[in-house]
């Protein structure tokens, strides 16, 4: 079983910055894509930014390029998402998520292909 724990999240004002983390347990976490998603209240969860098993390959959604970095430390089983430039449209519970296809150097965009969820972590950013 997959573990998937978020933290970082909280209160920021517009232009400025947040770190989430999301620390992994119960599988060889090397050895997985992973991914970020966003859900604000009264919208469907959107894809922000899939990082490959081996960090060869990242994809963000054009609403965050440039202004979000998604990372990971396979060593210490964490993913990142550096958060710079924020807005109010911003504004969502971030979760990260695990794809279960084995090396898999394409990191999928689409929310269905992940199988292990985190509970979430709250952004909010203030205008």
């Known amino acids: 079983q997959v573990q998937l724990v978020e933290s970082g999240g909280g209160l920021v004002q517009a232009g400025g910055s947040l770190r989430l983390s999301c620390a992994a347990s119960?599988?060889?976490?090397?050895?997985?894509?992973m991914g970020w998603f966003r859900q604000a209240p009264g919208k469907d969860r959107e894809f922000v930014a899939a990082v490959n098993w081996n960090s060869g390959r990242t994809y963000y959604a054009d609403s965050v390029k440039g202004r979000f970095t998604i990372s990971r430390d396979n060593a210490k089983n964490t993913m990142y998402l550096q958060m710079n430039s924020l807005e109010p449209e911003d504004t969502a519970v971030y979760s990260c998520?695990?794809?279960?296809?084995?090396?898999?150097?394409?990191?999928?965009?689409?929310?269905?292909?992940?199988?292990?969820w985190g509970q979430g972590t709250q952004v909010t950013v203030s205008s």
């Open positions: 119960g599988r060889t976490f090397s050895r997985y894509a």
């Open positions: 998520a695990l794809n279960p296809a084995l090396y898999n150097l394409r990191p999928p965009s689409v929310a269905s292909q992940y199988d292990y």
